[in-house]
């Protein structure tokens, strides 16, 4: 888990505020970086993913931006709601073996 | 439904009690994942299958558990001797292999309190 460090680890934000929350890996060998979604009693799902090729995506609300050179990669979220507010899991890896990062708590207030 | 199932969605034992949880994965996914999830924390890797073959452990596993997935279908996943640091939310996962995308598909977990 220490090669995956994600911050903030909690964030309170107002409706309609650009929460950004950052992740930084280690192993260079990672060719998958995605952003989870977990809402409380249910299990992680898939929110918006990169792969290295590509420094941005962007799908819909939500945007990854990656940099390859730095080991890092950020999750932004245009226009958040209070629907939004649960807790986000980066987890860069490989063929499946994901190193998920600690969490981000987000509380979007309205 | 046709998500990933998993079973029980809580367990409650004792501390040196044997529990199994059971995976169903999502139909015609190959790939199948263990995780183990504690308060506060992100999902860390157990174990994964392709098929029934089971591929890759991690160090986490310790000889108190093992992971079976006959025939390439459901898997359980069996804790002998559990210690009050077995209590976690335990979560499984499946892919495809085909057209493989990265993404994992996770069912609801299984949480488990050792007493």
């Known amino acids: 888990q220490q090669q995956v460090k994600q911050s903030p680890q909690s964030l309170i934000v107002q409706k309609g505020g650009i929460p950004i929350i950052n992740c930084a890996y280690e192993?260079?060998?990672?060719?998958?970086f995605p952003w989870y979604q977990q809402f409380p009693g249910k299990g992680p799902a898939l929110l918006i993913a990169?792969?290295?090729?590509?420094s941005e995506k962007k799908e819909g609300r939500f945007t990854i931006s990656f940099n390859k050179s730095a080991k890092q990669f950020s999750l932004h979220i245009m226009d958040s709601q209070p629907g939004d507010s649960a807790t986000y899991f980066c987890?860069?890896?490989?063929?499946?073996?994901?190193?998920f990062g600690k969490g981000t708590k987000l509380s979007v207030k309205p | 439904d046709t998500g990933v199932s998993q079973d029980p969605r809580h367990k409650i034992t004792k501390r040196g009690q044997n529990v199994t949880f059971r995976c169903d994965p999502i139909s015609e996914h190959n790939r199948l994942y263990w995780y183990r999830q504690t308060l506060g924390q992100g999902p860390e890797f157990l174990t994964y299958?392709?098929?029934?073959?089971?591929?890759?452990k991690s160090r986490l596993l310790s000889d108190r558990f093992s992971a079976e997935r006959p025939k390439g279908s459901f898997s359980t996943l069996e804790i002998q001797r559990t210690e009050q640091g077995d209590s976690a939310m335990y979560l499984c996962a499946s892919s495809p292999n085909t057209g493989y995308t990265g993404e994992l598909f996770f069912g609801e977990g299984s949480r488990l309190t050792v007493l």
């Open positions: 990169i792969r290295p090729d590509v």
């Open positions: 192993n260079t060998a990672f060719d998958y």
């Open positions: 299958f392709q098929n029934e073959a089971q591929l890759e």
């Open positions: 987890a860069p890896g490989s063929q499946g073996n994901l190193i």
